[in-house]
């Protein structure tokens, strides 16, 4: 596709409710992150897809957040009964190619904009 | 970690030029990036720096000094459109021996006035 993808842009869950993000990223990327943006903050970095390998989760807060990109393109971040500190933007980035390559430039999609009431 | 600083806010008026400073401390040091956001849009990518020294593209320029651990953003003949937050981006392994990710700093609001 022109460039990265997500869905849906915004959604309003209820606490204890579970939500699923989906990313799109640009056909061919290699790599892909997710990040998470409160307002007025950096992205704090929460997970890393080279093709379909999950090789860093480290940003990832608790357990209940869990991520996939099974076929090595689409990725789904999942957050499994949600708290209202979980509301933030959650972003989503890929590059061409593997992360620390010379001259990587990550392209970012919208945006989830994530409210748990 | 990474530890990165910049002003939280910055003001400038239209026309004139203004310097955005983004300090870091991290271990395994493999590049840094200036992003641009407006509100409610993704980062988009300015410039790239992982030597020492100036990279200057249009309107937009970023130095680099790695011993010194700073950089900086230069935007000249600010225009209007220019109001957004930048965002300075230093790449290193998130944990020893780990992937290279880039940890972003909170962003400097830049509003330009007429």
């Known amino acids: 596709g022109a460039g990265v993808s997500q869905s849906p842009r915004y959604k309003v869950a209820k606490r204890g409710q579970d939500v699923a993000l989906r990313c799109d990223p640009i056909s061919g990327h290699v790599s892909l992150f997710w990040y998470q943006q409160a307002l007025g903050q950096g992205p704090e970095f929460l997970t890393y897809?080279?093709?379909?390998?999950?090789?860093?989760k480290s940003g990832l807060p608790s357990d209940r957040f869990f991520a996939e990109r099974p076929e090595g393109s689409v990725s789904t971040l999942k957050i499994q009964r949600t708290q209202q500190e979980d509301s933030a933007v959650y972003l989503c980035a890929s590059t061409t190619v593997p992360s620390g390559r010379a001259g990587e430039t990550q392209y970012f999609g919208p945006g989830t904009r994530l409210l748990v009431l | 970690g990474q530890n990165i600083d910049q002003p939280t806010e910055m003001t400038a008026t239209e026309g004139a030029i203004v310097q955005i400073n983004c300090t870091y401390q991290?271990?395994?040091?493999?590049?840094l990036f200036w992003y641009q956001q407006h509100a409610g849009e993704a980062p988009t990518f300015l410039s790239y720096n992982v030597l020492d020294g100036l990279e200057e593209k249009g309107r937009f320029s970023s130095f680099l000094s790695r011993s010194k651990g700073y950089s900086y953003l230069l935007l000249k003949e600010l225009q209007m459109k220019d109001s957004a937050s930048y965002l300075c981006a230093v790449r290193a392994p998130s944990l020893p021996g780990g992937s290279y990710i880039p940890t972003f700093g909170r962003g400097t609001s830049l509003i330009v006035h007429p």
């Open positions: 991290t271990s395994g040091f493999n590049g």
């Open positions: 897809f080279q093709n379909e390998a999950q090789l860093d």
